[in-house]
């Protein structure tokens, strides 16, 4: 069966991701959030991929990336040569097809999509895309980059490595959600 994908978000009440790349907030929790979901696996033996958009990548600062103990997949169309740190590929079918290739598909747990707009759009679309687990941030901000439309195939479910409630940082509150497709 081939690998889910499941996409990880920290979204504004205004539905914003991003702003002159960077994130609008600081949220030191939500970040280990982020790292934990993204990096554990049940199998120690195996790893998570995550696929971002060029973008992403670019602005990340450079002591971040690659994403510790994780497979980085950028997205591009450009001729980028990233050599070790990450695997380059123009389209999702491309990363998808590389992954499943033997012996890496044996040592992938997960595959999470961590943006941007136009990758997590593109991530919803396919037909192995699985959850949306999201970080509703209970505010308004001024961004230039947003999440896009979410369809209505997709409800609320609970999932046991998600805390629940409202958690509290920087005088910011937020929340964990996840959604599955359908
Ligand atoms: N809040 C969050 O959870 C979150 C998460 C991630 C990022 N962000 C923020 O979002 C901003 C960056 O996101 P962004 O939307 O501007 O850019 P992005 O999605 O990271 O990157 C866009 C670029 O990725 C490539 N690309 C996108 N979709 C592709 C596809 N399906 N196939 C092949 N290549 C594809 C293209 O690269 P080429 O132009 O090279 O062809 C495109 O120009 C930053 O502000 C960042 O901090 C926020």
Known sequence: MPLRLDLIAAVSENQGIGIN???PWRLKKEMAYFTRLTTETKDPSKKNVVIMGRRT???MPKK???LSNRINVVLTSKDLILGDEALVCKSFPEALEK???IPLTDKIE???VIGGSS???AAMELPNFHRLYL??????FECDTYFPPISNEFHLVKDPEVPEGIQ???GLQYEFKVYEKA
């Open 168 to 170: 509290e940082e920087n």
């Open 21 to 23: 790349g960077r994130l």
């Open 57 to 59: 990548w670019d602005v």
């Open 119 to 121: 990758v997590y759009k």
């Open 99 to 101: 992954l499943s290739k």
């Open 110 to 112: 997960r595959i999470w």
């Open 135 to 140: 970080t509703l941030v209970r505010k308004y």
């Open 64 to 66: 971040y990336r690659p």
